[in-house]
Protein backbone atom coordinates (compact mmCIF):
# COMPACT_ATOMS: atom_id res chain seq x y z
CA UNK A 1 0.00 0.00 0.00
CA UNK A 2 1.19 3.40 -0.89
CA UNK A 3 0.29 6.31 1.25
CA UNK A 4 0.26 10.08 -0.13
CA UNK A 5 0.55 12.81 2.22
CA UNK A 6 0.10 16.58 1.27
CA UNK A 7 0.97 19.81 2.41
CA UNK A 8 1.30 23.47 1.62
CA UNK A 9 -2.11 24.72 0.39
CA UNK A 10 -3.76 27.99 1.89
CA UNK A 11 -4.66 31.63 1.43
CA UNK A 12 -2.62 33.53 -1.07
CA UNK A 13 -3.88 36.77 -2.51
CA UNK A 14 -3.58 37.21 -6.21
CA UNK A 15 0.23 37.41 -7.74
CA UNK A 16 1.43 35.30 -4.73
CA UNK A 17 3.20 32.17 -4.33
CA UNK A 18 2.66 28.49 -2.97
CA UNK A 19 4.10 25.54 -2.85
CA UNK A 20 2.47 22.39 -2.44
CA UNK A 21 4.44 19.21 -1.69
CA UNK A 22 3.37 15.43 -1.77
CA UNK A 23 5.63 12.84 -0.24
CA UNK A 24 4.59 8.81 -0.74
CA UNK A 25 5.69 6.50 1.93
CA UNK A 26 4.84 2.45 2.33
CA UNK A 27 5.58 -0.20 0.29
CA UNK A 28 7.32 1.35 -3.22
CA UNK A 29 8.88 -0.23 -5.59
CA UNK A 30 9.38 2.29 -7.65
CA UNK A 31 7.01 5.55 -9.07
CA UNK A 32 6.22 5.98 -12.56
CA UNK A 33 4.29 9.10 -12.34
CA UNK A 34 3.73 11.70 -10.01
CA UNK A 35 1.06 15.02 -10.80
CA UNK A 36 -1.42 17.17 -9.69
CA UNK A 37 -4.98 17.86 -9.91
CA UNK A 38 -7.45 19.83 -8.97
CA UNK A 39 -10.71 20.32 -8.69
CA UNK A 40 -13.28 23.50 -8.05
CA UNK A 41 -17.07 23.38 -6.82
CA UNK A 42 -18.78 22.39 -9.46
CA UNK A 43 -15.86 21.46 -11.18
CA UNK A 44 -14.62 18.24 -12.58
CA UNK A 45 -11.16 17.12 -11.43
CA UNK A 46 -8.40 18.28 -13.92
CA UNK A 47 -5.05 17.52 -14.54
CA UNK A 48 -2.46 20.55 -13.71
CA UNK A 49 1.21 18.86 -13.76
CA UNK A 50 2.15 15.51 -14.14
CA UNK A 51 6.22 14.36 -14.28
CA UNK A 52 6.96 10.83 -15.92
CA UNK A 53 10.32 9.40 -14.29
CA UNK A 54 13.09 10.54 -16.69
CA UNK A 55 12.08 13.74 -16.23
CA UNK A 56 9.29 14.83 -19.41
CA UNK A 57 6.46 17.20 -17.72
CA UNK A 58 3.00 17.59 -18.96
CA UNK A 59 1.02 21.25 -18.40
CA UNK A 60 -2.28 22.10 -18.52
CA UNK A 61 -2.64 25.27 -20.50
CA UNK A 62 -3.86 27.62 -18.03
CA UNK A 63 -0.56 27.25 -15.52
CA UNK A 64 1.92 26.78 -18.36
CA UNK A 65 4.79 29.41 -17.16
CA UNK A 66 3.18 29.63 -14.20
CA UNK A 67 3.57 26.78 -12.57
CA UNK A 68 6.69 24.17 -12.20
CA UNK A 69 6.37 20.43 -10.74
CA UNK A 70 9.84 18.86 -9.47
CA UNK A 71 10.52 15.89 -7.75
CA UNK A 72 12.89 14.60 -5.18
CA UNK A 73 13.32 10.87 -6.23
CA UNK A 74 15.33 10.46 -3.19
CA UNK A 75 12.48 11.34 -0.99
CA UNK A 76 10.14 10.00 -3.29
CA UNK A 77 8.23 13.57 -2.96
CA UNK A 78 6.49 15.69 -5.03
CA UNK A 79 6.29 19.77 -5.44
CA UNK A 80 4.08 22.17 -7.13
CA UNK A 81 5.27 25.72 -7.32
CA UNK A 82 2.58 27.84 -7.83
CA UNK A 83 3.49 31.14 -9.03
CA UNK A 84 1.46 34.40 -10.24
CA UNK A 85 -1.55 32.70 -8.83
CA UNK A 86 -5.25 33.96 -9.71
CA UNK A 87 -8.47 33.51 -7.99
CA UNK A 88 -9.40 30.73 -10.93
CA UNK A 89 -6.37 28.78 -9.39
CA UNK A 90 -8.79 28.17 -6.24
CA UNK A 91 -9.43 24.46 -5.69
CA UNK A 92 -8.54 21.38 -3.77
CA UNK A 93 -5.44 20.24 -5.34
CA UNK A 94 -5.09 16.24 -5.14
CA UNK A 95 -1.59 14.63 -5.73
CA UNK A 96 -1.56 11.09 -7.86
CA UNK A 97 0.90 8.63 -8.39
CA UNK A 98 1.06 5.33 -10.37
CA UNK A 99 3.72 2.89 -8.62
CA UNK A 100 4.68 -0.56 -8.64
CA UNK A 101 4.77 -1.97 -5.13
CA UNK A 102 6.77 -4.78 -6.28
CA UNK A 103 9.21 -6.38 -9.14
CA UNK A 104 6.27 -8.25 -11.17
CA UNK A 105 5.83 -4.61 -12.40
CA UNK A 106 2.14 -3.89 -11.84
CA UNK A 107 0.79 0.16 -11.64
CA UNK A 108 -1.30 0.62 -9.33
CA UNK A 109 -2.69 4.29 -9.21
CA UNK A 110 -2.91 6.30 -5.59
CA UNK A 111 -4.36 9.61 -4.88
CA UNK A 112 -3.67 12.46 -1.56
CA UNK A 113 -6.68 13.39 0.38
CA UNK A 114 -6.17 17.16 -1.18
CA UNK A 115 -5.03 20.11 -0.10
CA UNK A 116 -7.06 23.28 -0.53
CA UNK A 117 -5.73 26.84 -2.38
CA UNK A 118 -7.19 30.06 -2.14
CA UNK A 119 -6.68 32.91 -4.34
CA UNK A 120 -8.74 35.70 -3.01
CA UNK A 121 -8.13 39.45 -1.70
Known amino acids: QVRLVESGGGLVQPGGSLRLSCAAS????????MGWYRQAPGKQRELVAA???????NYADSVKGRFTISVDNAKNTAYLQMNSLKPEDTAAYYC???????????????WGQGTQVTVSS
Open 51 to 57: IISGGST
Open 26 to 33: GTIFSITT
Open 96 to 110: NVWATTSGAGTRYNY
